[in-house]
Each structure stands twice: as C-alpha cells, then as structure tokens.
C-alpha cells in the first residue's frame, strides 16, 4: 500500500481510467459481435448499418487512448475487408 499522497492518488486515479477502458473495450467487442452476427444472418443493410456503428465506436475507443490508432484503423480495415468480401 502507498504511503504517499500522491501515490494514493494515482492509485484511485488509474482505478477510474481502467473502468472506463473496461466499459469502453467491452462496448467496442459488443458492436463488433453484432455486426459479425448480421453479416453471418446475410442481412447486407443491417450489416452496414452495424458497421457504420462499429467503426463509430472503435475511432471513439481510439480518440480517448483506449486503443492506439493504428490498432483501431487495422480494426475497422478488417472489419471493412469482411463486409466487402459479403458484398
């Protein structure tokens, strides 16, 4: 346990920050599912509308540093390579 006060802080703040990456990376895994589900059932308009969403969600992920951008970018090319491959 810390005993400094500014060690305390930094505990309850990276506390915060891992909720949210949590709640972030676990909305992001949910659109991506949902998109993947629609592309399976070969609904092309709901998978495009779920993909839209998705990307939606993997650039805000990216844009508050839960993800790196790259690593968002090559998750929405993989995610645009399986859409186009339905088309």
Not at 8 to 37: C, H, Q
Request: aromatic share 4%.
């Amino acid at each position: 346990m810390a005993n400094i006060k500014s060690a305390k802080k930094r505990i309850k703040v990276i506390e915060v920050k891992t909720a949210r990456n949590r709640i972030v990376k676990s909305a992001v895994k949910t659109a991506i599912k949902r998109f993947e589900e629609s592309l399976a059932t070969g609904n092309l308009e709901e998978a495009t509308n779920k993909f839209r969403f998705a990307e939606k969600k993997i650039m805000q992920a990216a844009a508050k540093g839960t993800f790196h951008k790259n690593s968002a970018s090559r998750k929405v090319a993989k995610l645009a390579n399986k859409l186009n491959k339905a088309i």
